[in-house]
T-cell receptor, first 107, second 114 residues
């Protein structure tokens, strides 16, 4: 049980910002939200994580709502290489992957 | 940049044979994982390993499976008496701290059971 809800697929135009939503309404106060992606059949790749503050790194930004029930991963200038399945995961000692969002970047 | 390496990248085996998949985690990492992904399905947790013993395992990880860290670098997954349904990508992962969810994954080993 992944305990998060994501849309199964999204499209975004190259160069635009891709905004990927995730619902985690039952998240507990000390659980972090992690985002990973999987490009084709490669190994999952860590992107970013956060607890309650917004976070930014060289790959993406993470916006977490004040009530922590949802978050949005933002790829500010999507490229074709960002086409992948994106997973929003509540931290546990093990990562539990759901179905994720299949993001397609279109030229 | 340090990375997790897995061998072989692809193995084809006959049903009933034993298979060993090998992983070299990042050198200073202490927590190790195996996941699998059947074609077209989600990534599934198999087992976690720390301090030379299994920390947690899923229902998938039955007596057919075993893990070992035979030396200071390798982390192996053994599948005894393979079945057709064991065909999948197997991913190894490692992390450096207990209280992080940042896992570093290898590129996977594709197992095909005929």
């Amino acid at each position: 049980d992944a305990k998060t809800t994501q849309p199964p697929s999204m499209d975004c135009a190259e160069g635009r910002a891709a905004n990927l939503p995730c619902n985690h309404s039952t998240i507990s106060g000390n659980e972090y939200v992690y985002w990973y992606r999987q490009i084709h059949s490669q190994g999952p790749q860590y992107i970013i994580h956060g607890l309650k503050n917004n976070e930014t790194n060289e790959m993406a930004s993470l916006i977490i709502t004040e009530d922590r029930k949802s978050s949005t991963l933002i790829l500010p200038h999507a490229t074709l290489r960002d086409t992948a399945v994106y997973y929003c995961i509540r931290q546990d000692q093990k990562l539990v992957f759901g179905q994720g969002t299949r993001l397609t970047i279109n030229p | 940049e340090p990375e997790v390496t897995q061998t072989p990248s692809h193995q084809v085996t006959q049903m009933g044979q034993e298979v060993i998949l090998r992983c070299v985690p990042i050198s200073n990492h202490l927590y190790f994982y195996w996941y699998r992904q059947i074609l077209g399905q989600k990534v599934e947790f198999l087992v976690s390993f720390y301090n030379n013993e299994i920390s947690e395992k899923s229902e998938i990880f039955d007596d057919q499976f075993s893990v070992e860290r035979p030396d200071g670098s390798n982390f192996t997954l053994k599948i005894r008496s393979t079945k057709l349904e064991d065909s999948a990508m197997y991913f190894c992962a490692s992390k450096g701290r207990v209280n992080t969810g940042e896992l570093f994954f290898g590129e996977g080993s594709r197992l095909t059971v005929l």
